[in-house]
T-cell receptor
Framework: NAGVMQNPRHLVRRRGQEARLRCSPM?????VYWYRQLPEEGLKFMVY????????ESGMPKERFSAEFPKEGPSILRIQQVVRGDSAAYFC??????????????FGPGTRLTVT | DAKTTQPPSMDCAEGRAANLPCNHS???????VYWYRQIHSQGPQYIIH???NNETNEMASLIITEDRKSSTLILPHATLRDTAVYYC???????????????FGKGTKLSVIP
């Protein structure tokens, strides 16, 4: 039973380019979450998606960032016109359908984005 | 979500129990206590969670005080591989506003020493 998969693990982009980060949730999980971790800081929530729906994007910067989770395929976090401040580790997590009890999120290994 | 307070760092001798404290004095009745850890350069790993009863699983035990204002994560026999940053997170129960978000603070950096 594979865990959450993220690719690429490391991504280098020049300022102004686009970055695409992919996340495949655990089998049977239909909820995906993206978090960002700046150097020496804790993880910050960015967006929560279910299949074909964005449930909460309150943690996403208003410009240049977007996320999707299509019916088929992985979830994608897209950063347009990257700047040096976007350099961070981006983690994806997934959880199963909610039931009546609390539920935990399972994290992937992360994508480390470096903007030069 | 309620704020949590953890010591920034702790040391523990290999093979001994590691007891990691967490204060959450403003916790509400419908908020759970979660523990995650992050080993260097890896994604966070779920450890355990509880509401008001003590919990135990194959990784750790969680002791929550009767007034629920604090808790302790216990790793019964720490190994070098347990060296990590441990995060105590309080989160509203299912259905509460923002219940899906995990709010990570700075955590406790646990160093297990040979």
């Amino acid at each position: 039973n594979a865990g959450v998969m993220q690719n690429p693990r490391h991504l280098v982009r020049r300022r102004g380019q686009e970055a695409r980060l992919r996340c495949s949730p655990m089998k049977g999980h239909s909820h995906v979450y993206w978090y960002r971790q700046l150097p020496e800081e804790g993880l910050k929530f960015m967006v929560y998606l279910q299949k074909e729906n964005i449930i909460d994007e309150s943690g996403m910067p208003k410009e240049r960032f977007s996320a999707e989770f299509p019916k088929e395929g992985p979830s994608i976090l897209r950063i347009q016109q990257v700047v040096r401040g976007d350099s961070a580790a981006y983690f994806c997590a997934s959880s199963p359908r909610r039931d009546t009890s609390s539920y935990e999120q399972y994290f992937g290994p992360g994508t480390r984005l470096t903007v030069t | 979500d309620a704020k949590t307070t953890q010591p920034p760092s702790m040391d523990c001798a290999e093979g001994r129990a590691a007891n990691l404290p967490c204060n959450h004095s403003t916790i509400s009745g419908n908020e759970y206590v979660y523990w995650y850890r992050q080993i260097h350069s890896q994604g966070p790993q779920y450890i355990i969670h509880g509401l008001k009863n003590n919990e135990t699983n194959e990784m750790a035990s969680l002791i929550i005080t009767e007034d629920r204002k604090s808790s302790t994560l216990i790793l019964p026999h720490a190994t070098l591989r347990d060296t990590a940053v441990y995060y105590c997170i309080v989160r509203v129960a299912e259905g509460g506003a923002g219940s899906y978000q995990l709010t990570f603070g700075k955590g406790t950096k646990l160093s297990v020493i040979p």
